[in-house]
């Protein structure tokens, strides 16, 4: 390929609307443009890119045995009716009707249609197991697409469901996943964990999530550098507090009210008292399926609703409105508390905030509180469970060592689905004795897209981006630095026409451009190797071979170049492809 003919418009400036590097470079590198808000198109150097992530993740999930299919991105309205997700799924569906006025959705996952195409063509115990997987684009309409194609409304993803007899073939599946992701993110050169993870609106027993850790990650992750537990933090789970032991010698003043006039909040009340916030206990009321509830943590710990939801085993949950608060509670908002609650409505306690001893809580009336509260003596919780955020510093739940803390952007997700959706939708097989069974599913997915913008997040500086050379646009680019030096532009044909010969990916900067224009568009590309041809060593018969990501410089021979060019592709794919 020829600069002077590739359809890659950089840019100088730093796009206004980009908040993130990714976002940034990936505008100003010419790899994209937007058409409307968390919606782009991929021009000739983002196209590239998202191909070489596809080819890669093709190639581990054809290794493991899987098979391509393509399912259409248009999905009938009954199939999502039939497992009760049609409602369930929400605004980010994007619905629509045929000019017959069916209703159908624009897919933002494909469990429905693999489970019925499964079921009406699996019969028997013979025919499993299997597992299917696309690379197709997916439509969700975030209420707020941000962070470019990290976060956007279209976007590309793999997804694959296996098909199993049994949980332990399930396991076998899993597993098989498991790896062929692991050698994705490697290949892909990024550092990535896998971390314990909420399984959301798709459901499932068990899931993994792959995580690039990185500053501008969306989800919070905690991590044991002693015993390797990580999980994402609406998972994570916290270590259970050792049995309160009641202090004998303790004088005890029992529970008493006081009067905190307008102090609403856990900073306005601690201060008001002078006592830390982990006295204190929060009193959230929350609606759950229609019904109110309250749930109990401690003032120094934030509520995790994840919990809270699978704890409840509720479909819907969210904040109570300061109406509802003050009919099951008879105080405004700031002044709930446990105490002599639980006659009118359920309460879930965090199982710390059950070991706080003369702990401060709302009094359940205006402007009062009640100090000296135990639990067990003063209030009980219908349940008591981990339902609180877990943060860096907290013991590990498996080990006990101090958890770390990070953030991390998700490119892939693992789900033990069991018969979630081939029960709803019977899809059935026949095991050796005629008898009926569910099929047992996964499901798995990458985004192809967002794994995009990850690397560039990882690899990047001030100048531009830094690929690895397993998902660059191209490997090398040939840099004759004056056009009409004549020497200069036969060696540069000479040695970019023997790069194509050796297989690697080149491209020949012919524009008619300064030095500086076409270094700057060479770090904003971030094309992994540089070979500059000019006067310095030309007349030995020398050029410059130089790395992208430190900078270092090698002098070679014309007739060597393609030679050691390659040499250095093949060693850099080498380093990033797992044993």
Known sequence: MRMSQMFAPTLREVPSEADIPSHQLMLRAGMVRKTVSGVYSYLHLGCR??????????????RQGAQEVLMPAIQSADIWRETGRWDDYGSEMFRLKD?????????????????????????????????????????????RPRFGVMRSREFIMKDAYSFDRDNEGLDRSYEKMYEAYCRVFSRCGVDYRVVEADAGAIGGSQNHEFMVVSEVGEDALVFCDACGYAANVERAESAKPAERVADTEKVRTGIRKISTPGMRTIEEVTGYLKVEPRVLLKTLVYVADGTPVAAIVRGDRDLNEAKLKRVLCCRELELATPEVIERVSGAPVGFTGPVGLRERIKIVADWEATVVEDAVVGANAVDAHLVGAEYGVDYTADIVADIRNVVAGDACPRCGAELCGARGVEVGHLFKLGTKYS??????????????????????????????????????????IIWPMSVAPYQAVVMPLNTSESAQVEAAERIYSELCKHGVEAVMDDRDERPGVKFKDADLIGFPIRVIVGPKHLGDGEVEVSMRRDGTVELVKIENVAVRVKEIVDRELAALMPE
């Open 423 to 464: 029960s709803a939708l019977g899809a059935k097989y026949l095991d050796e004795g005629g008898v009926e069974h569910p099929i047992i599913m996964g499901c798995y997915g990458i985004g192809i897209t967002r794994t995009v913008a990850s690397v560039i997040e990882e690899h990047h500086d001030d100048d531009g």
């Open 49 to 62: 890119v998202v191909r070489k992530i596809e080819k890669i993740v093709r190639e581990e999930m054809d």
């Open 99 to 143: 000019r017959n006025g069916r209703e159908m959705c624009l897919g933002p996952t494909h469990e429905e249609i693999i489970t019925v195409t499964v079921r009406d063509e699996i019969r028997s115990y013979r025919q499993l197991p299997k597992i299917l997987y696309q690379i197709q684009t997916k439509y969700r309409d975030e209420i």
